[in-house]
């Protein structure tokens, strides 16, 4: 297991909870906004918040984004937390669309409103806030979001996950690419497993 | 699918929880750092925590605690309580908070929801709604609500439904409506205005004020009567009258989707 794990404050977010719940999994955190200190990371681990838009697009054009493409070509494990998982893709329709990091194949879409579970039945609200189920594995992690990944690539896809008529990716993994949507620091022991398997490197 | 949230409250005042907490094995029952723990390992789904400290001390111990809780507690945490200015939004997101709930503050200045949200994200800000039911007019066809604040002790002339709906279209990511005719009551979630403010507004709605048994916590849930997204509720947690357990399975076997509670583990993994 990796002993350091190199956190990306691309400020996004807070990141405490973040470091506090590899920590907590077993791994120590360095938490660093420098390219080259990003571009040398063994293990990387990209947390977000909020918005894809002008923080982003600064992010995805700039000197860290590419380092954070470097570590991804060279192959050393890369973890993706809800924005940092959008990030991945090639688009998001957010804010009037902008560009993603292009590592994996697909684009970033807003719930549909007025969506629901059954006819007949009340509107879903969002953002998709709360603790919902994710398949096969079954267990529950915290979500906050309003946008979803419309991968491309079926096989990028392990763990799914299910709000009204919107089946989206819970977890995606290629090769040393690791993405989720849900908060693994916010979903207690859940969150701190998913952690852990990450950082032994097994499919997640 | 998506569950309903649980969400236990503790009023926190200079740094205690005010009225206590009564769970077995808790050997300080004031202690919030403990309480919060025992509601994590519980299987809260969230937790919300309110400062009603008056003042500036109590306002820095808050933010202490807030810091403590967040170190030792990996559910989402909610906190409010005296939030006046972006300033303090930081200070309590620095600590460790998730989501801040709002109250006074962005009825005087509802640009503030637009302002925090453009800054820290719509999913961070929470419009606390306090509202109080006016007295019958003749000719209304339903009921009118008045949104309150500063404790229900000053009027807004705000409608309630209306000012929800400002809320979420400036941007807050969801809403915490506490009656406060029902405050304290344990009489139940009023839920005529829970019902009708969940569903005018798209964003996700808290039911708050009144809880006294765990099916008041299905009625505020259940889509015919509260249809509320998420239930608050401290005293009937706090006095140890049911565990978050307890009112899961109650509300599971009453048809309300929830997250199974976790057993308690220990902090070793794998």
């Known amino acids: 297991m990796p002993r350091e794990i190199t956190l990306v404050d691309a400020n996004l977010g807070n990141l405490d909870s973040v470091e506090r719940a590899i920590i907590q999994a077993g791994a120590s955190v360095v938490t660093t906004s420098d390219p080259d200190r990003v571009a040398a990371a063994r293990t990387l681990v990209f947390p977000?918040?909020?918005a894809f838009g002008a923080s982003t697009n600064g992010l995805v054009n700039g000197a860290l984004g590419a380092a954070i493409k470097v570590v991804i070509e060279r192959g050393d494990p890369y973890l993706g937390i809800c924005v940092g998982m959008q990030l991945l893709f090639d688009e998001s329709e957010e804010n009037g669309g902008n560009p993603g990091l292009g590592v994996l194949k697909g684009s970033v879409r807003r719930f549909p409103d007025g969506m629901t579970s059954f006819p007949g039945t009340r509107p879903l609200k969002i953002p998709h806030v709360?603790?919902?189920?994710?398949?096969?594995?079954?267990?529950?992690f915290y979500f906050s979001h309003s946008y979803y990944v419309d991968a491309a690539e079926p096989s990028d896809v392990t763990w799914t996950t299910r709000y009204g008529t919107i089946e989206f990716p819970a977890v995606v993994v290629r090769g040393n690419v690791y993405g989720c949507q849900f908060h693994p620091e916010k979903s207690q022991w859940a969150g701190l497993r998913f952690l852990r398997s990450f950082l032994l490197g097994g499919r997640a | 699918m998506l569950k309903r949230r649980i969400i236990p409250?503790?009023?926190i005042k200079n740094g205690r929880v005010v009225k206590g907490v009564h769970f077995a094995g808790l050997t300080d029952s004031g202690d919030p750092i403990e309480a919060c723990r025992a509601y994590d390992g519980q299987g809260a789904d969230e937790i919300c925590m309110l400062d009603i400290t008056a003042t500036v001390e109590g306002r820095d111990t808050f933010v202490e605690v807030v810091r403590r809780v967040a170190s030792q507690t990996f559910a989402p945490l909610t906190v409010g309580g005296g939030i006046r200015r972006e300033a303090d939004v930081r200070r309590l997101m620095l600590a460790g908070a998730d989501k801040v709930a709002i109250n006074s503050a962005i009825v005087t200045n509802p640009g503030l929801i637009s302002q925090l949200a453009a800054k820290y994200g719509s999913q961070a800000i929470v419009a606390a709604v306090d509202v109080r039911r006016m007295p019958p007019r003749s000719g209304d066809t339903e009921p009118l609500y008045e949104v309150v604040i500063h404790g229900g002790s000053r009027s807004t002339g705000l409608e309630a439904i209306r000012w929800c709906e400002m809320a979420a279209e400036l941007g807050a990511g969801e809403i915490l409506l506490t009656s406060m005719d029902r405050d304290g009551t344990r009489d139940g979630y009023d839920l005529w205005i829970t019902r009708t403010i969940s569903r005018r507004v798209g964003i996700p709605v808290i039911a708050s004020g009144g809880v006294g048994s765990l099916e008041h916590l299905r009625e505020g849930l259940?889509?015919?009567?509260?249809?509320?997204?998420a239930a608050l509720a401290a005293s009937i947690f706090h006095f140890g009258l049911f565990t978050i357990g307890q009112a899961k399975a109650y509300l599971h076997e009453h048809g309300i989707p929830v997250r199974p509670p976790e057993p308690s583990r220990g902090i070793t993994l794998g």
Not at chain 1, 130 to 140: A, I, L, R
Not at chain 2, 222 to 229: L, N, Y
């Open chain 1, 48 to 50: 977000g918040q909020g």
């Open chain 1, 130 to 140: 709360g603790w919902n189920d994710v398949q096969p594995v079954g267990e529950h």
């Open chain 2, 9 to 11: 409250c503790l009023d």
């Open chain 2, 222 to 229: 259940a889509d015919e009567e509260g249809s509320a997204d």
